[in-house]
T-cell receptor, first 115, second 113 residues
Framework: DTGVSQDPRHKITKRGQNVTFRCDPI?????LYWYRQTLGQGPEFLTY????????KSRLLSDRFSAERPKGSFSTLEIQRTEQGDSAMYLC?????????????FGPGTRLTVL | AQSVTQPDIHITVSEGASLELRCNYS??????LFWYVQSPGQGLQLLLK??????LVQGIKGFEAEFKRSQSSFNLRKPSVHWSDAAEYFC???????????FGTGTRLTIIP
């Protein structure tokens, strides 16, 4: 399977714990995005990378959230001191920069439940 | 700021009937418009996109959408739905130079026999 993969698919944690999610994009894609989707809502943009550079961060991304893409390939999203409001589906997408608005390919998501 | 409105939260259609899902966007310049479908446990799959040119775009699985600038709409249509079309459908808008997509809240499609 050469699509976007995410790990884990499900994560249950207790409030206050730290969690880390991983996203592996399509191999030739140089852009990588993180979105958050809560129940009954569409995905909301969190941040995106062009290669290893993080170029934009949403105001939704509080100080407890950090994302990295150290070698321009896979990315991690860490949430520190989780809160119940962090419970959501975290979606990763990747695209190939062709000089316009790219088609983003989405992974299956990581569903986070904070107890 | 760009925004997307999908006024129908849930639509029920009989198998074989036609379908139209509504999408209205708000954006000052020419938008880039997308329709995605999300099935349970699956990632978002792109159905079709509009960047420029012909305002009627064809997508996968027999879907099409029409861009109407005067109505700020990009409605999704299918002439005859199949039971496998049951899913959540999201309209999204992007714009050149701003890579993030802004999604609507989605329309859940139920197919009845």
């Amino acid at each position: 399977d050469t699509g976007v993969s995410q790990d884990p698919r499900h994560k249950i944690t207790k409030r206050g714990q730290n969690v880390t999610f991983r996203c592996d994009p399509i191999s030739e894609h140089n852009r990588l995005y993180w979105y958050r989707q809560t129940l009954g809502q569409g995905p909301e943009f969190l941040t995106y990378f062009q290669n290893e550079a993080q170029l934009e961060k949403s105001r939704l991304l509080s100080d407890r959230f950090s994302a990295e893409r150290p070698k321009g390939s896979f990315s991690t999203l860490e949430i520190q001191r989780t809160e119940q409001g962090d419970s959501a589906m975290y979606l990763c997408a990747s695209s190939l920069d062709l000089g316009g608005v790219d088609e983003q390919f989405f992974g299956p998501g990581t569903r986070l439940t904070v107890l | 700021a760009q925004s997307v409105t999908q006024p129908d939260i849930h639509i029920t259609v009989s198998e074989g009937a036609s379908l139209e899902l509504r999408c209205n966007y708000s954006y000052g310049a020419t938008p880039y418009l997308f329709w995605y479908v999300q099935s349970p446990g699956q990632g978002l799959q792109l159905l079709l996109k509009y960047f420029s040119g012909d305002t009627l775009v064809q997508g996968i699985k027999g879907f099409e959408a029409e861009f109407k600038r005067s109505q700020s709409s990009f409605n999704l249509r299918k002439p005859s739905v199949h039971w496998s079309d049951a899913a959540e459908y999201f309209c999204a808008v992007g714009n050149f130079g701003n890579e993030k997509l802004t999604f609507g809240t989605g329309t859940r499609l139920t197919i009845i026999p």
